[in-house]
């Protein structure tokens, strides 16, 4: 296939053909390490200048960047962002190629790379390499995603526009290239499965140690989505502690001892039986109805905000907002959650369109936090968008202040979705967040759980107690820890110092406590071997390749901090902002105030004439006036474009919205079953479990109507006469059990494959017929009798 995305020159737009990408990813346990190696040539008579903008999820560490040109290869160093901007420029000046590599100062999930001086007729290999923690979801899957989707994000009118929306699109460049993704796997247990929702896998499990695997692309990638794999283990929830032996580097300063200090990562499950809250709670859910949720993604949103809304508990209070370039809410302040108000829910719900223009989720987060918070019920705040925003940092400040009353769970629906906001939204609101591709139909599963979490209370008072050998101390990452959740996954990274006569031998053990109730403690332990001191690295071309946990524990202290610059002022913050440069350049890993730079001293071919802009108009784009949306393809940028902006250009062009592509095709693994196969008959069976379920009640029950019979598939009189005769069948209440008692068959009996989304559904059912039945009939009873009625 050709390439819709390379290399362009500033002075004539021309294009250098990528020739080739190839993806290393060996993944091990719980984090992965990447190396992203991408090959242009230059065929134009002409040094020439470029930008290289690319998406990384806000978890992972730029660790390493080098270039190799006319065949000398240069490795960037960490610099104070300011400093290797002038680096870059004087390199520039001189006449030398340089590459700048730094993360924007709109978002810690955008970077750019500056390609400075290339020389004519000759080939740019560059490399790129970070490290990431891989999450685990509820199933025990790890999953791993190479992002390749940076869609455009929305700034307010206000505010300094995007630089993800000044990438221009080009035409296809003639030459094909080849995309390679090699994976080496070292999983913790046995692997069970490996699977993907984007793309087939050829996938090899070692015959002798069924914990490793190899694993590439069959075909080509489709650059309109993420690449996404998913491992499956024996044993996903086994705890682990991972050590790392301290590193000195030769010639790396490392003023604090980050790297040549041992790191131990402690991957930790709690699970606990929360106690019953009497608290219900109030319930808020933010959907992004913005242009590029069109198609199958506000669908999706439909059928979840109903599957939500059905889940709710009695007695509790909600509210619907939609949200766009404007905001509507179903009601003016949260309502109880009864029929009347239920029914103008789901109508809502049913009429959810992607209507309302741009992403602007500033104001209607604005007005949730205006609203005083419904005495007696916490409020829980569900945000679910599939994009990002260029005033992020404004977004998660709010959020951060309203922390103490407000708990905040967020989704993230379809490639390209800012990593940055909905993590950041869900760690400042003490939540938890989720991601979905496009196409994958867990969304309602993963909101139900969302949902599940917010009606219980959480652990409090969470501490992390360490009993180290003699001689040694822990410097813990991160120093405090948020509220946790029974059953989610808890990462904690240990820096160990030790003193000249510290103790080599014996265990070091973690125990994890917290506040189970006011009278009820949680604790968890794990024991990890007492680590050597440090190993001396002089030799090692790149030592952070073995450095892994190292890097990963650096990025999680400057994100900290990074969090916590919004509340330090004066001199604490300066102090801040210096630990973090200081750990950024021990660790040789990037942050928002330093970048990666390289200059290639040897090389002396100026630039000839100005570096004039140049702009290449999209073939498909059609922008937002006056931001009343223009319905239009969107146009998504990859991982691997390169593309002619000047640097000193980027912030003065105007904010665009474009809307979602025709929706793609979602591929299924070869080795595993095929996740297309059935299709029909799945969504089939979600539009009658659907149907089933938006007929229930707010108190839990359902109605005997004429709808309901037919989704039993018998006839209306037998199923009357099959009604136990301690249920008076012939009055309203007598009608609301029996229905009651079908449905519920229905739902155990047909639809078992989502038990996870009508779990709560279902629970609330049961709990309003046990309250409901005539003492001589037992809740087993009345089911079963239902059971044979339907022959389910």
């Given at each position: 296939?050709?390439?819709?995305?390379?290399?362009?020159?500033?002075?004539?737009?021309?294009?250098?053909?990528?020739?080739?990408?190839?993806?290393?990813?060996?993944?091990?346990?719980?984090?992965?390490?990447?190396?992203?190696?991408?090959?242009?040539?230059?065929?134009?008579?002409?040094?020439?200048?470029?930008?290289?903008?690319?998406?990384?999820?806000?978890?992972?560490?730029?660790?390493?960047?080098?270039?190799?040109?006319?065949?000398?290869?240069?490795?960037?160093?960490?610099?104070?962002?300011?400093?290797?901007?002038?680096?870059?420029?004087?390199?520039?000046?001189?006449?030398?190629?340089?590459?700048?590599?730094?993360?924007?100062?709109?978002?810690?999930?955008?970077?750019?790379?500056?390609?400075?001086?290339?020389?004519?007729?000759?080939?740019?290999?560059?490399?790129?390499?970070?490290?990431?923690?891989?999450?685990?979801?509820?199933?025990?899957?790890?999953?791993?995603?190479?992002?390749?989707?940076?869609?455009?994000?929305?700034?307010?009118?206000?505010?300094?526009?995007?630089?993800?929306?000044?990438?221009?699109?080009?035409?296809?460049?003639?030459?094909?290239?080849?995309?390679?993704?090699?994976?080496?796997?070292?999983?913790?247990?046995?692997?069970?499965?490996?699977?993907?929702?984007?793309?087939?896998?050829?996938?090899?499990?070692?015959?002798?140690?069924?914990?490793?695997?190899?694993?590439?692309?069959?075909?080509?990638?489709?650059?309109?989505?993420?690449?996404?794999?998913?491992?499956?283990?024996?044993?996903?929830?086994?705890?682990?502690?991972?050590?790392e032996n301290g590193i000195k580097i030769k010639d790396r300063e490392d003023k604090e001892g980050f790297m040549a200090s041992p790191v131990v990562m402690l991957n930790l499950y709690p699970e606990f039986k929360n106690p019953e809250s009497s608290e219900i709670g109030e319930f808020v859910f933010v959907i992004d109805r913005s242009g590029s949720m069109d198609g199958s993604r506000i669908k999706s949103a439909r059928d979840t905000l109903l599957l939500f809304l059905k889940s709710l508990p009695d007695g509790c209070y909600f509210n619907v907002v939609g949200f766009g370039s404007s905001f509507t809410t179903l009601f003016k302040k949260s309502q109880l959650y009864d029929d009347e108000n239920l029914k103008k829910a789901t109508d809502l719900a049913q009429s959810l369109e992607a209507d309302l223009g741009g992403t602007e989720i500033l104001q209607p987060l604005q007005w949730v936090f205006s609203q005083p918070p419904v005495k007696g019920h916490p409020r829980q705040l569900f945000v679910l968008s599939d994009g990002g925003v260029g005033n992020t940092a404004e977004v998660l400040q709010l959020v951060k202040n309203h922390s103490s009353t407000t708990r905040c769970f967020t989704f993230g629906i379809g490639s390209g979705a800012s990593t940055a906001l909905i993590r950041g939204l869900a760690r400042a609101g003490k939540g938890t967040a989720e991601f979905v591709t496009d196409h994958d139909d867990r969304l309602k599963a993963k909101v139900i759980k969302a949902l599940k979490r917010a009606l219980q209370p959480v652990i409090t008072d969470v501490s992390v107690t360490w009993d180290l050998p003699q001689g040694w101390v822990v410097q813990q990452i991160p120093s405090t820890l948020s509220p946790l959740f029974s059953g989610d996954r808890l990462v904690i990274y240990g820096l160990l110092k030790s003193s000249e006569n510290a103790s080599q031998d014996g265990e070091s053990v973690v125990r994890l406590q917290g506040t189970l109730s006011q009278h009820e403690r949680m604790e968890h332990l794990i024991t990890f071997p007492t680590p050597t001191t440090s190993i001396t690295t002089d030799t090692v071309e790149d030592p952070n390749s073995s450095a892994i946990l190292h890097c990963l524990a650096a990025q999680k202290f400057i994100q900290v901090k990074q969090d916590d610059l919004s509340d330090t002022n004066g001199d604490k913050l300066e102090d801040s902002k210096s630990r973090i440069i200081s750990v950024s350049k021990s660790a040789n890993v990037a942050s928002k105030f330093t970048s990666f730079v390289a200059v290639d001293k040897e090389n002396h071919q100026p630039i000839s004439g100005p570096l004039t802009i140049r702009r290449v108009p999209s073939l498909d784009v059609c922008y937002a006036t006056s931001l009343k949306f223009l319905k239009c393809k969107e146009v998504r940028f990859s991982f691997f474009s390169f593309l002619s902006i000047r640097r000193s250009s980027i912030w003065r062009r105007s904010s665009k919205k474009m809307s979602r592509p025709i929706e793609q095709r979602t591929k299924s693994t070869r080795w595993a079953s095929s996740s297309s196969v059935g299709t029909s008959q799945s969504t089939k069976s979600l539009a009658v479990v659907m149907t089933l379920i938006s007929m229930q009640k707010a108190s839990g029950a359902w109605d005997f109507t004429d709808e309901l019979v037919s989704l039993c598939g018998i006839n209306r009189a037998t199923l009357v006469k099959s009604c136990p005769t301690e249920i008076a069948f012939g009055t309203t209440k007598g009608k609301l059990l029996w229905a009651t008692a079908l449905a519920l068959v229905l739902l155990r009996g047909k639809f078992l494959d989502r038990k996870d989304e009508w779990e709560m559904i279902a629970e609330k059912a049961k709990k309003w017929l046990n309250k409901s039945l005539p003492a001589a009939l037992k809740y087993e009873s009345i089911v079963q009798y239902a059971a044979t009625a339907t022959g389910v």
């Open positions: 296939m050709a390439s819709t995305f390379g290399l362009l020159q500033k002075q004539n737009g021309s294009q250098i053909p990528l020739e080739s990408i190839k993806i290393q990813a060996d993944l091990q346990g719980f984090t992965a390490q990447v190396v992203a190696s991408m090959k242009y040539t230059n065929n134009e008579e002409n040094p020439i200048e470029a930008i290289y903008i690319f998406p990384l999820d806000e978890q992972a560490a730029v660790c390493g960047f080098k270039a190799t040109v006319g065949g000398r290869t240069i490795v960037a160093q960490v610099q104070g962002k300011e400093e290797a901007r002038d680096t870059y420029d004087d390199a520039l000046s001189s006449g030398q190629s340089a590459f700048l590599l730094e993360e924007s100062d709109e978002s810690s999930d955008i970077f750019q790379i500056s390609v400075g001086n290339l020389p004519p007729k000759k080939e740019a290999l560059v490399e790129l390499r970070f490290v990431t923690e891989l999450s685990v979801e509820t199933e025990g899957r790890v999953v791993f995603v190479l992002p390749t989707v940076l869609n455009p994000r929305y700034s307010p009118a206000d505010s300094a526009p995007s630089l993800s929306t000044q990438i221009p699109r080009v035409a296809s460049v003639d030459s094909p290239y080849s995309f390679e993704l090699d994976m080496k796997v070292k999983a913790t247990s046995a692997i069970a499965e490996i699977t993907s929702p984007t793309n087939v896998l050829v996938v090899e499990i070692d015959e002798i140690n069924k914990a490793k695997a190899k694993v590439s692309l069959e075909g080509a990638h489709n650059f309109s989505q993420d690449v996404v794999v998913h491992i499956l283990t024996k044993e996903p929830f086994k705890p682990q502690a991972i050590v």
